[in-house]
């Protein structure tokens, strides 16, 4: 994947997670905040990052799912 695709999907992401922090403000709770903030967290320094392989960009992606799939199971 090029690196400017990568960088759009990375910041439709981020503001997909802020937009839901945005709307959801009074009906999360401090856990399901914490894992969304550490998730725009990861992706902003993810972000960051140059010089990527395929494989580490998946294994980095991996972690920040893991925390989304752990806000949604909450």
């Known amino acids: 994947m090029s690196r400017l695709k990568r960088l759009k999907s ?3 992401l981020i ?3 802020q ?3 945005s709307q959801s403000q009074c009906s999360l709770s401090e856990v399901e905040l914490n894992l969304l903030n550490e998730a725009i967290a990861k992706l902003t320094m993810l972000r960051g990052k ?3 392989t395929d494989k580490h960009y998946q294994i980095e992606i991996s ?6 799939y752990n806000f949604l199971t909450k």
């Open 63 to 68: 972690d920040i799912l893991e925390l989304i």
């Open 50 to 52: 140059k010089g990527l």
């Open 10 to 12: 990375i910041d439709g």
């Open 19 to 21: 937009t839901i922090i």
């Open 15 to 17: 503001e997909n997670l």
